[in-house]
Structure formats: structure tokens, C-alpha cells
């Protein structure tokens, strides 16, 4: 329980931090969305879904983000079903800066991962010993660190693409996502289109 409302009562800090004047002044503000991918090493899943985010930059060369996405698998099956929200800040080349048509970002920040899932038991067997192997995902809230690797595309004002690589590294608070794995990264793949708000 005490797990779970940390990791609640971080995403509502996150949530509100934008607005409270903290990170200062925004300006450009972006609204995107489009496909997103995460891939689950250890239990080789490959969870695909739909991103939106919110982007501004508080000075000229710095990125702040808020993003959420729903996932699922590749298969269309709901198991796992993923929910993810985050907040990042870091830098990036600003924009249209010397003519440039790509804006590479780095940023840091953390998340919250939600698995609306049921455990699977799978059987072992060898020569005829059959074991059981825990290899589902645990449901409920995960805390997860983050680091970005993002590219703003320019386009035709008022749009623009992005493409953000993205590490997940769980943190040890609240539910370990893949039961076989607890320290399991997560890379991710987003990209999509933006406008200026």
C-alpha cells in the first residue's frame, strides 16, 4: 500500500509541477501524439499502443515533457495491458537554431508504469517433471526512472515530428512488472506528429 501511494503521489507532483511555475515560463508549447512501442526483454514481449504528450521549453535550450500512452501486445491480445505516465526535463539544441532541420534532446526524469494484468503460471516440464514458472507480468503501479534520446523534425509551421528513444529502468517502488525480472529495463520507441498550441 505504502509503495502504491508514493508512486501515486509522485505522478500527482509530476503532474502539477508544470504548472506551478517551477520550471519557468512556457513558451512554444507543443501537443503531440502517435504510435508508441516498448519492448520486454526477459519476458519477450513487444507491447505496442498510442502516445500524447505536452512539450514546452521554460528556456532556449531546455525541454520539458509530459506523456502518457495505453500499450498491449503485438498480438492485440489485453494481456499485459500497459498504462504509462511521465514527466522529463533536460536539453536540447534549440530549435531552428543555425537553419537546422533536426533538434536532438537528452532528458531525465521518471514515470509510472500500471499493468492491468493477471499473473500466468506456465508449466516446466522435462522427462516428464513438470514445475511451475511464473512468467506474467504482477499487476498494479511501478515507479520507473527514465532517459530520453529525442529528435524534433521541423515540418510546416504549425507542425513537427518527433522521435524519442527511451530507457525505463525500474526503481524498486511498487510492483515489479515482469514477475521473472524485477530489475528488467524497458527500452521504448515513440514517434509522431506535434503543433504548436
Do not use: K
Not at 505536452?54 to 528556456?59: D, F, L, M, T, V
Not at 500512452?69 to 514527466?87: E, H
Not at 543555425?98 to 499493468?115: C, R
Not at 499487476?139 to 524519442?164: C, K, N, Q, Y
Amino acid at each position: 500500500m505504502s509503495s502504491t501511494f508514493l508512486a501515486t503521489g509522485w505522478l500527482a507532483v509530476a503532474t502539477l509541477l508544470p504548472y506551478s511555475g517551477a520550471v519557468g515560463q512556457e513558451r512554444d508549447v507543443l501537443l503531440g501524439s502517435g504510435p508508441t512501442f516498448t519492448y520486454s526483454r526477459p519476458g519477450d514481449r513487444h507491447l505496442w499502443g498510442v502516445g500524447v504528450r505536452r512539450q514546452w521549453y521554460p528556456r532556449r535550450a531546455v525541454v520539458a515533457r509530459m506523456r502518457g500512452s495505453v500499450q498491449f501486445t503485438r498480438r492485440g491480445s489485453p494481456d499485459p495491458l500497459l498504462f504509462t505516465g511521465g514527466f522529463d526535463l533536460g536539453l536540447t539544441v534549440p530549435r531552428g537554431s543555425n537553419g537546422a532541420l533536426i533538434a536532438p534532446s537528452l532528458t531525465l526524469g521518471a514515470g509510472v508504469f500500471y499493468y492491468a494484468t493477471g499473473r500466468a503460471i506456465d508449466p516446466n516440464c522435462y522427462m516428464g517433471t513438470c514445475n511451475p514458472v511464473n512468467r506474467g507480468y504482477d499487476p498494479g503501479l511501478l515507479l520507473v526512472w527514465t532517459g530520453t534520446l529525442g529528435f524534433e523534425l521541423a515540418m510546416r509551421p504549425p507542425w513537427s515530428g518527433f522521435i524519442d528513444i527511451t530507457i525505463h529502468a525500474p526503481s524498486g517502488i511498487g510492483r515489479n512488472g515482469f514477475a521473472g525480472d524485477p530489475h528488467a529495463g524497458f527500452p521504448g520507441l515513440a514517434f509522431g506528429l506535434m503543433r504548436s498550441r
